[in-house]
């Protein structure tokens, strides 16, 4: 699902449904999920639990892709 989800986020910026620089909130309404909030700073680069990092924290609540 982690893979599914992060080609839908990518596929989303590259078509402008996401900016460059995203919030949980905004992933959410552009793929009609509603757990963002969870997902991002879970793939993060640093993550606490080593997963595989897909995003960067630019500040709280604000992600890109890596």
Do not use: C, S
Request: cysteine-free; proline content about 6%; hydrophobic content about 35%.
């Amino acid at each position: 699902m982690a893979k599914q989800t992060v080609e839908e986020i990518k596929k989303a910026v590259r078509n402008g449904r996401l900016p460059e620089q995203f919030t949980p909130k905004q992933v959410n309404a552009a793929l009609r999920i509603d757990w963002g909030g969870a997902f991002l700073p879970k793939h993060r680069v640093g993550n606490p639990r080593n997963e595989t990092e897909h995003f960067v924290r630019i500040r709280t609540g604000l992600y890109r892709l890596k």
